[in-house]
Structures are given as structure tokens and as C-alpha cells.
């Protein structure tokens, strides 16, 4: 069975279906968050280098030449904010000092801008590269970062325009957009401990869910795998107690019975699964055979079904068991042929007899000798099996199971 998985672990599989743990939540939010914040900026920087470079074709002289080559750094600083995690004093150091100087100069521009200079500082822009600054600001990697970041790209963008109009004698505008965003991305990053603290709680309700959800799985397992078992020994000798006429048993019906016992199914309930057999399960299988009066004929790779991994050995193993059992039961003939044909992802193993067959599709789904000691048992381990018989023609049993475990 697979433990549940840890925080540090991720996702986990549960019934098929892929379960996220809440405690991932707020990081996986926030990373969605600086990376929109990152194309966002890159947009809005290549809007305005494009109106930049129409402006200098179409009306020469509205703009000054130089603005589109100015917001290059800003574009570096955008991917650099965002691939540079954590951001280091000095990063953040670093940044800024690009950010204020690509504003200044943009400042200086749209004074010289005659399309730039009658808004003032509040241009469209100087706007824009502040919005830029605020998301730049905002990519810090925890939500205290991520306030002081944005606010802080707005205090610098801000601060090196204003600062910079009052030299050039570009008239002051209040800006409202830029504000507008900041305080947005500073109140977006406040609630984040909330939900943090809402993850931690569903977290709890989650991991309980998966638990019981694995336990119910395993149970399943089990109680499957016992019915297999159930049906391998006492059910068998059960049917045949109660097909004979009442009364003491005879000495031939105890040899009988203790042999069909030992043959059948006993051994693989009373030994240790992950001991391997003596003399290896070919011969294991041959004697089961003889012990029912059937002559089993081996070919293939047979070294193959003593070194397959757990626990889909255990499964083929039993599985083969059964199905010789059921050769010997039912099929009414004194001969088999089995083949084993392995590959490195999977062993292939093919039971055929040329007796009196039966109908598959006429077999009632409750019988438990094909359903669970064979079918169960292979699917359970990851592997397929499937029979091919019909009245008087004899029967075939492909088992087939990947070689990994």
C-alpha cells in the first residue's frame, strides 16, 4: 500500500484521482500571481515601445527618438524579478536603482515629448512605466515582500519622476492609476495569511479523507485476496464433502482429500509468501499436477517465474496453482502444456489442456476460482488474464504481468 504522502511530497492519488494539498495553495497562488504580474508588465512595456516607434514614423518630433530604447532595462528587470527567486538584498538594491533611472530619463523625454509634456507627470507615459515599477515590485517572494514591493516600486517609480519634473520643469499631476494599483496589489498580498491559515484547516480534512480512503482500499484488497485464498483451500474440499453420500469417511476419501489439500492450495496458505519455493515453482507446479493425475508439460523461459519481484510473483505464482488445480478438477484429461515467455517489462504464461472445456460467458460471476483466484489476483497486481474455452474443445489461460512488480 502507498503511505499517504507528505507535504514535502505534493499530490497524491487517491481512487484516480489526482489530490492537490491545500497547503500548496497560497504558493502555488502567488506564483500565479508574479508570473501574470511579469506579462503584464511586459505587455504594457511593448505597447508602449510600439506607440513610441509609430509616433517617431508617422509625427516626428511628438516623441523624443530615444524613449522605446529606454524601456529595455525596464523589460530586464521584468523577467529578472521574476526568474531570480529569492531576490537578494542587493537584487532588490540593484533593481531599484534601474527602475529610478529608467524613470528619470523617460521623464526627461516626455518633457521633450510635445505629445507627453501637456499631461505632465501624469503622461501616459510616465503612467505606465509606473504601473510597471508597482508590478515589478510585487514579484518579491513572500507576501510581506510582496506588499513592501509594491508599494516601494511605487514610492521609487514616483519619487524619480517627481523628483526629476521639478528639475526639468514638467508640471506635477496626480496620478491615480499607479496609486490605484499598488494599494490593490498591497491588499491582494494582506490576504494572503487568511488564506493560508483556511488551507491549514481543509488540509487536516483532506489528509483525514485520503487516510480513510486508503484504509477502505486496503480492506478491499485484503478481503479479496482472502476470498482467493478461501476458495484455493476450503471451499474446494468443501464442494467435494458435500457431492459424496452421507456417512464416515472411507480411508480412500482422506488420502484424497489430504492429497488434494496438499497439492492445491495449503502449502502457498501455510508458508511464508516471500519464501521461495525449494525446488522452484515449475517443479512446484508439475507436482500439483501429478498429485491431480495430470502430466504438466513445461517449456520457455520456466527460470523466469522463480525471480519475479513481489508481490506480482506471489500473485502469478497462486495464480498458476490454481489454474493447474482447476486442470486437474475439471478438464477430464491426464495432460497440459504450460509456456512461459518472459521480456524485460513483462512475463507471459499460457496454460493449455485439451479436455472437455467449458463456457466462459455461462460461468456465474459469483464463482470465486476464476474471478478472484486467477482474475483478482493478476489485475490486482497490475497484470491481465484471460481464457479462452468452449464444450469439447479444451481451454486456454493466458496470464501475463509486468515484470517490475
Known sequence: ????????????????????????????TRAALVTGATALSLVLLGVLATLSVILCVTRPGSIVWWVPLVLLPLAGCCVAAWRWEPI??????AIGVVVAASLVALTVGAAGSPAQ?????????????????????ATSDRWTGGIAGAL??????????????????????LDL??????????????????ARRRARRGTALLDDADRRTRARRLRELEGR????????????????????????????????LATSLESSAMLPLLRDKTEPTPDGVAARLVAIGAAGGIRLRLEGDLAALDTMPEPAGAALRS???????????????????????ASPGRVDVTLVDEGVGFDPDAVPHDRLGL??????????CGGSARVWSSPGAGTSVHLSVPAGG
Open 88 to 93: 537578494p538584498v542587493g537584487g532588490y538594491v
Open 177 to 194: 492609476p499607479p496609486i490605484a494599483i499598488a494599494v490593490g496589489v498591497a491588499v491582494g498580498y494582506a490576504f494572503f495569511p487568511l
Open 319 to 341: 495464480a498458476l496453482e490454481q489454474c493447474v488445480v482447476n486442470v486437474a478438477r475439471h478438464s477430464g484429461v491426464a495432460e497440459a502444456w504450460l509456456a512461459v515467455a
Open 371 to 380: 474471478s478472484e483466484s486467477v482474475h483478482g489476483r493478476i489485475e490486482r
Open 1 to 28: 500500500m502507498t503511505p499517504a504522502p507528505t507535504p514535502e511530497q505534493g499530490p497524491a492519488a487517491a481512487d484516480g484521482a489526482w489530490i492537490f494539498p491545500l497547503r500548496e495553495a497560497t504558493v502555488t
Open 117 to 137: 509634456a501637456p499631461a505632465g507627470t501624469a503622461s501616459f507615459l510616465l503612467s505606465m512605466t509606473t504601473n510597471v515599477a508597482v508590478l515589478i515590485g
Open 152 to 173: 516601494g516600486g511605487y514610492a521609487v517609480g514616483e519619487g524619480a519622476i517627481v523628483v526629476t519634473a521639478a528639475i526639468v520643469g514638467l508640471p506635477y499631476r
Open 225 to 256: 485476496e482472502s476470498i482467493a485464498l478461501l476458495h484455493d483451500t476450503l471451499l474446494g474440499e468443501l464442494a467435494a464433502l458435500a457431492r459424496r453420500d452421507p456417512g464416515p469417511l472411507t480411508e480412500a476419501d482422506r488420502v484424497r
